[in-house]
Nanobody
Framework: VQLQASGGGVVQAGGSLRLSCAAS????????MGWFRQAPGKEREFVAA????????LYANSVQGRFTISRDNAKNTVYLHMNRLKPEDTAVYFC?????????????????WGQGTLVTVSS
């Protein structure tokens, strides 16, 4: 499966962005999907994930209540809605696909990745 992430940009603190992850080559309706981010000099960290079978979602504590992951199976796209953005949210955001929901918080368990989209939050 090929993943294409988009929607990044520059936004002021307190603002909102919506990231998109469009897939080709496989239907996302039967794939668990996640978003991760990587800030300069830091490791890639888990942000959010959605399970395909029950619609279960997981969030990192740092984004809980501000970010929402969703999917549109008709468009074969997964979204990350980011609200009340903070400067510490600045990072390159990656979407990934996995078949191992129990390990959805671990980037090493993802088989496919998008190319990343940069989010910059100014103070």
């Amino acid at each position: 499966v090929q993943l294409q992430a988009s929607g990044g940009g520059v936004v002021q603190a307190g603002g909102s962005l919506r990231l998109s992850c469009a897939a080709s080559g496989r239907s996302l309706s039967s794939v668990d999907m996640g978003w991760f981010r990587q800030a300069p000099g830091k490791e890639r960290e888990f942000v959010a994930a959605t399970e395909w079978s029950r619609g279960t979602t997981l969030y990192a504590n740092s984004v809980q209540g501000r970010f929402t992951i969703s999917r549109d199976n008709a468009k074969n796209t997964v979204y990350l809605h980011m609200n009340r953005l903070k400067p510490e949210d600045t990072a390159v955001y990656f979407c990934g696909a996995t078949d191992r929901w129990r390990s959805a918080k671990f980037s090493s368990k993802y088989d496919y990745w998008g190319q990343g989209t940069l989010v910059t939050v100014s103070s």
